[in-house]
């Protein structure tokens, strides 16, 4: 398919950002190809460089709940654009936004913002040694937590798809602190408990993994953390990065029940700018300077328009009582996704929790509970996939180890027509 505006764009961008891109993923390399480059997007759809129209499913990779570019979050920036870009200094919508959070998390007890994923579960990294004493870090293969440098040790997401899941320029003195066990194994997080659990401070666990596809915890695993962590005193850390007010108003945890001792939040927080939050039990976040001796700041944290971005779209989701109307454009969405594997003759493996999803180019009665079972699925199909809808007008994440996401602005024909083109590739692979 020819794209000559956004190979132009691309072949400029490749002399002057590394890769071409700012995020590694966005490079197509997952997929093979060039990536497109975007014009503008509204709603569930997106225009690239070359005027072709595409129903989206990343979404800005989450963030994009109620669908791209919102009245009512292009409304709050531009009237809090109006008194001011940026202050550096303490101002009413922090305290909204702390407010709102710690009413809908009740795990939270206190906050603070800062400007992406990273940073909040950079912080939380560093507050959990700080409380603790410990230097520790249990993470599970396939978790991606942002690139921090104690997580970026047999991680997902860009750094799985590129074949790099242990980043080179972390010192192999601080890797050793990071302890990696496969997800969903209780023995190894017994064992590793038994062996070394008055060094560890925390372990950190993407609350739904969604960075080697998506899978879930079985039952009980996370009830075995829990008592684990509470009988030695080392703290969860919840990363809610990508379900925080997408799966529910409270986030995962609301759902499946587990009080963490610190969350970590971005994505829908800031309905599209770039903003993060963390936080949790009172004591561990008293810890924070100025008030205990746990370093964290940032210029820009808890800037106008990001916040006011932010809670105007968390407002509209409880205005429009979004999380079960996302869980039943979810349903439908996999109703027809199942339908159209059928039609297909296709028994691929397809995954859903709400508004997100996944498709394992593997058979539906493999199980899919970590990431080694993730890795089983054919690549070369999913490439083929991806490429195929994407002519047809359907964009889906470029790698299949990211998952999708439904937003509020997708409607049943945006569902039924991405059916049919899927159904149709899938005829084809
Ligand atoms: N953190 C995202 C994947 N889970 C990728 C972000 C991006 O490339 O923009």
Redesign the pocket.
Known sequence: MKSPRSSALFSEARKLIPGGVN????AFRGVGGEPFFVERATGSHIWDADGRELIDYVG??GPAILGHAPRVVIDAITSAAAKGVSFGIPHALEVEMARTICEWVPSIEKVRMVNS?TEATMSCVRLARGFTGRGKIVKFTGC?H?HVDSLLVKAG??ALTHGTPDSAGVPAELAALTITLRYNDPDALRAVFAAQGNEIAAVIVESVP??AGLYFPEPGFYELMRKLCAEHESLIIFDEV?TGFRLARGGYQQLCGLKPDLTALGKVIGGGLPVGAFGGRREIMDQLSPDGPVYQAGTLSGNPLALSAGLAQLRELERLDGWAKLDALGAEFEERTRAGLKRAGRDYNFRRIGSMFCLYFTSASTPIRNLEEAMLSDKAAFAKFFHGCLERGVYFAPSQF?AGFLSLAHTSEDIARTADIAAEVLGKI
């Open positions: 995020s590694p993923v966005r800005t990779w994923g991606y942002g997401s860009g969604a960075n990508m990211e």
